[in-house]
């Protein structure tokens, strides 16, 4: 019994791992399981980010001009402040931010309108073709 014991301790204090745990499929799944989760989010990503574009190219060429240039969505300049964008336009920095707030406003209620159409659509089954 003490031979048994002695050789458990050092079997759990050594470095290598298949001896610890015996389950080396199950650890290198999980690094490429991680690796897809990440391949996966920077598909979602692209994905939102021109969903995002597109429902922000439906806004009035101002609020357009607004959210794009305070969030830095024009990937060729960079973010402004809000008392810039208002010395740009010639407004005030507290008007800028109530344009600002209608036309996330305004995004907000695309982007559900665009969702619940989508699920609409899902959830729709498709009409079969009628040959006349």
Same mark, same amino acid.
């Given at each position: ?7 458990? /301790?050092?079997?759990? &204090? ?19 399981? #991680?690796? &897809?989760?990440?391949?996966?989010? &920077? ?21 357009? #001009? ?17 008392? #810039? ?17 209608? /036309? ?7 982007? #559900? ?15 079969? /073709?009628?040959?006349?």
């Amino acid at each position: 019994m003490k031979n048994f014991a002695r050789d458990r /301790a050092e079997q759990l &204090t050594r470095r290598d791992t298949r001896v610890l745990t015996g389950q080396e499929e199950v650890l290198s799944s999980v690094g490429s399981r #991680e690796a &897809t989760d990440a391949i996966a989010d &920077t598909i979602d990503a692209a994905h939102l980010q021109s969903d995002l574009l597109s429902v922000i190219d439906e806004l009035p060429a101002r609020e357009r #001009e607004l959210v794009t240039s305070h969030y830095g969505l024009d990937q060729t300049k960079p973010a402004l402040s809000l008392s #810039e964008i208002g010395d740009k336009m010639g407004i005030t920095k507290a008007r800028v931010r109530q344009l600002e707030a209608r /036309a996330l406003r305004k995004l907000r209620l695309l982007l #559900e309108s665009r969702r619940d159409n989508l699920q609409k659509a899902a959830a729709t089954p498709p009409r079969p /073709a009628v040959n006349i």
